[in-house]
Structures are given as C-alpha cells and as structure tokens.
C-alpha cells in the first residue's frame, strides 16, 4: 500500500529520566509507602519499566489529614492571587519539562510520542495555566460574590491521559482553594509522581497535593474517607456507579466523568475527506483509549460506499507500533487486560455477522498491539454499537433522513460527545439541539481546551470539567 518506507525517527528514551523506583507524595515528602510495591509496564516491549510504592490505608488516612491540615492553616486562607503564583509556576514547569514528561507518558502508557509531545502534555501546562487565571477572580465566576472551596478533594484517574487528567483534576482544585489527594492508575502511575517532583520544587505547602499510587483498592479507601469534602473520578461506568452508591447520603459533593459510545455523523454534503480525517482522529487518536471517542460512525446511506472506500485507504496508511518513533500513528494497548477486553469484542462483533476489515499494516511481535479495525454493516442491537470497546475498533452504521441519525446517535445509555459533518450551518444547529451528548463537535473532533467545559450525560457521568463551568464543582456554591 506505501509506495514508500519510513525511516525510523526514534525520541531517545533517555530523555524520560527513568528511575528505577518511584515513591509516593505524601504532605510533601517522597515516602514509601505501606502497600505492596507495584511494577509499571512499558505495554510496547512488556519490560518493567519502574518499581512502584503503593499507600496502605493508613496511607489514605495520613494524607487525607495532611490535606485537611494544609486546607485549613495555609491554602484555604491563601488569598487568590497568592495560589496563582504557585499554578503558574506549576504550569510553566510542566512546560520547561515537556519533553521529558512527553517520553515517559509514552514509556509508561503506549501512547505515540506524537501524541504526547502535542495534545497531553501541553493540554497538561495549558489546564494550569487557566486555572491560575481564575483564582483570584472568582468572585466574577457567576457562582455567587464570595464563593468558598469544598476542602479537601479525594481524586481518583485512569489510565488513557495519565498526566492530562492528573491536571484537568488538580488544576481547578487548587485554584479554588481546595487540597488534593489524587490517585493514579495503576498501569500509569509514573508520570503523575514526576508532577509531584514539579510540585515539590514549585514550593507547595506540604499536604496540598498529595498523590499515592495504587490498585483499585486505595482509590476506593480514598473515596470512601471520611474527611474527604469532595470526591472527583474519571474512569469506568461501571466503578462510578459503585462510588456513587458509597458517597450517597454523605455529604461530600461528587464528580463522575465515565464511558462514552459517541457518534460521529456524516451527511452527504459533508466534504468527504475531510470527514475521513475527523473519522481517523475520532477513533484511531490514542488507540481508541479515549472516553469521547468517536467509536460509532453514523454515515449516510447515500454516501456510505464512497466514504468507506476512502476510509479503509487511509486507514491502511496508519502506522502501527513504537510509541518512541515520531513517525508511529498507533501506539500500543495499554496492558493485556485491556488487549483482551478487545479482542472479545471484536470476536463479538464477528459472531453477531458484522462485516470485519483490518489494516494489513504489520504488527511489531512484541507488546500490545490491535491494527486499526473497521466493521461495517453494523445494528444497533450488535455488543459492538452498543458497548464501549476503548480500542482502535470503529463501528459503522447507516441512515437515511436526520430524524434517523438523531434516533440512532441518541440510542445510548451514554452521552458524552458526538461529531457532525455537514455543510450546513442551520443543519449543526439542529442536530446539536437534538444530540443528548455534553460536547458536540462540528466538522472536527476530539478538540480539548481547558476553556471548555467538558462532561456527560446519562451514564456518562455528571459535572463538568473545564471552563466556569468546571469551577462549581470544586466550590461551595
Ligand atoms: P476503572 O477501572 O474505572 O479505573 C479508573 C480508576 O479507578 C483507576 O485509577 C482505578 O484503579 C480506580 N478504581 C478501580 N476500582 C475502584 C473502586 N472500587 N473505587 C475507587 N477507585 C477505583 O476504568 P479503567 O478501565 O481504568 O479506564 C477506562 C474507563 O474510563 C473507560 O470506560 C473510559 O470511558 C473511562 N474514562 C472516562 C473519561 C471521562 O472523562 N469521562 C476519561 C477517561 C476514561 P486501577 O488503576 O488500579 O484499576
Ligand atoms: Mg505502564
């Protein structure tokens, strides 16, 4: 299919600054902590890349206190625009260390370099950026004259954007005087304890932010502490529901970003290779490891053949393997788990007689890798249109008027985001107004900035992150 090879163009791993071991922040110091030390994976090769030290619950317990103590004697009393200075020098060490933090998110998770060099570690910066913009303006937030923080936020993050939700969670936290004890995930742990190294040398107060990595179980001590004011998860629907059962009739106030199965529409006056591009982003952008993704393209059947034609040739352009090499499109699978999670589904989508294309690119032999997969001919009852695969595996649909998109892109129990191409500008509008998705994107997709507000419905979660929006959830309104 190439009329050409690619020379290999590989960022130096050296670059990351690997340590051997990793131990967590806990009210301002590195500390070992009482669990049993986890190993990360470089999902690209299988090595270990860092031993790991994970809290025990007397961990929870000790850092929630140091953040209860810091909230109250120091941050909480801090004016504006004294936390300000702190984000800001947050946000411009994020930045100093870019490149650094850009290779080891894609040691560490298998994300290409690519994309870590130019959507999550500058998006990172940018979160902190804005944030420290507001804190001294939040009187003018539209939340009330003189809004106060909740105290102490117990925050808990997957795997997909490590550092990226690590920002899009602290950031707004700090700057509306609130304190932090954050959990990684545990297969992605290393960048956010480099952030902690950032936020140790920005001189925070001890116990400001605290983060401890761990399994399942330290997230879920976490949320459940009862000094925690403010619990804020990104994950799966399934562990939100859980967490919204246990928070429930505590108090504490509560964020859920979750899963999502967005449609990505395309009318037949749509600019079709435009829309290819949109289509490609939408699902292939981090192996499909992203909540938004536009996992179900709903296409118009006047235009469906044309349009898979063009998108299986661009799809078999798509560079498969080294997440290290800048010419590299598709990185790795986060961890086997995940891998597997996949691949049932597509044998599910095989069994229920969807039709299967796969990219002939070549797979590297080791580590976690699916090639690009497009199933066409897909219904709406198919596991595959209705079950978020969190891969790089899109499923297409057809329809035929807009009344016809609408009912189809809604017939979800998510409601995250979705994608419309057309050249009508009257046609978004009305499309927009009918979609029940918290983001909808016009002739482009999977755009992020901190300035808007970003979130779900249904049982994609509630709140939102991002924008004035994203500050209610971290202030007493
Ligand atoms: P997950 O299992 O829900 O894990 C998310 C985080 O919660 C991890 O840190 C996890 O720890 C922790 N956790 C697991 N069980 C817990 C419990 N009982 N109590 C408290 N915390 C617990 O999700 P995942 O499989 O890692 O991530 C993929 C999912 O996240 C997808 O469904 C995706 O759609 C969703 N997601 C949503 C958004 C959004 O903004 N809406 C963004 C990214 C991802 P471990 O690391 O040890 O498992
Ligand atoms: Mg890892």
Redesign the pocket.
């Known amino acids: 299919m190439n009329t050409w090879e690619y020379a290999p163009a590989p960022e130096s791993r050296d670059i990351a600054n690997l340590k051997p071991s990793y131990r967590m922040f806990l009210d301002g110091q590195f500390v070992e902590g009482g669990g049993e030390p986890l190993k990360s994976v470089n999902p690209a090769t299988e090595e270990v890349l860092a031993e790991v030290s994970t809290a025990a619950p007397s961990d929870v317990d000790k850092a929630v206190k140091a953040a209860r103590r810091a909230q109250d004697k120091v941050w909480g009393r801090m004016p504006g625009a004294e936390r300000a200075k702190y984000i800001y020098r947050i946000a411009r060490m994020i930045a100093e260390r870019a490149r650094e933090l850009a290779v080891l998110e894609s040691l560490d998770n298998g994300k290409p370099i690519r994309e870590s060099r130019d959507v999550d570690v500058p998006t990172a910066s940018a979160h902190f950026f804005y944030h420290a913009g507001w804190a001294d303006k939040l009187a003018y937030a539209g939340l009330g004259p003189d809004p106060k923080p909740l105290g102490v936020a117990g925050q ?6 490590p550092l990226l ?1 690590a920002a899009w969670k602290i950031a707004p936290a700090l700057a509306c005087g609130n304190t932090v004890v954050l ?5 992605t742990p290393l960048t956010a304890l480099v952030l902690a190294e950032i936020i140790q040398q920005a001189d925070l107060p001890p116990g400001v932010v605290n983060i401890l990595p761990g ?2 179980g330290v ?2 001590e976490l ?1 459940n502490h009862a000094e925690v004011d403010k619990v804020a ?7 939100g529901k ?2 919204q059962r246990s928070v429930a009739g505590t108090g504490k106030k509560l964020t859920l ?4 199965k967005a449609a990505n529409i395309v009318f037949d006056d749509a600019p079709l290779d435009q829309a290819v591009e949109g289509i490609v982003n939408g699902i292939f952008f981090n192996q499909g490891h992203v ?1 938004c993704a536009g996992s179900r393209l709903l296409v118009q059947e006047s235009v469906a053949g044309e349009l898979l034609d063009k998108l299986r040739v661009r799809v078999a352009t798509l560079r498969v393997g080294d997440p290290l090499d800048k010419n590299t499109d598709v990185g790795a699978i986060n961890s086997r788990e995940q891998l597997t999670r996949i691949t049932d589904l597509v044998s599910a989508g095989e069994q229920e007689g969807a039709e299967k294309w796969v990219s002939p690119c070549p797979l590297p032999d080791k580590g976690f890798f699916v090639a690009p997969t497009v199933f066409s001919g897909v219904s709406q009852a198919m596991r595959i249109a209705r079950e ?1 695969i ?1 891969g790089p595996v899109l499923s297409v649909l057809t329809f035929r008027t807009p009344d016809e998109a609408i009912a189809k892109a809604n017939n979800t129990p998510y409601g ?1 985001s979705a994608g419309i191409w057309t050249d009508k500008g009257s046609r978004i509008l009305w499309m927009a107004d009918r979609l029940r998705a918290g983001v909808v994107w016009a002739n482009t997709f999977n755009r992020f900035d901190p300035t808007a507000p ?1 979130g ?1 419905y249904q049982e ?2 509630f709140g939102r992150e991002g924008g004035r929006a994203g500050l209610e959830a971290y202030l007493d309104v």
């Open positions: 808990v993050i997957p795997w997909n954007f939700m959990k990684p995930a545990e297969t399994a399942g997230g879920a949320v998860f990104t994950g799966s629907t399934e562990v859980l967490i970003e979750l899963g999502g909540c978020e969190f995250l970003f779900g994609s979660g």
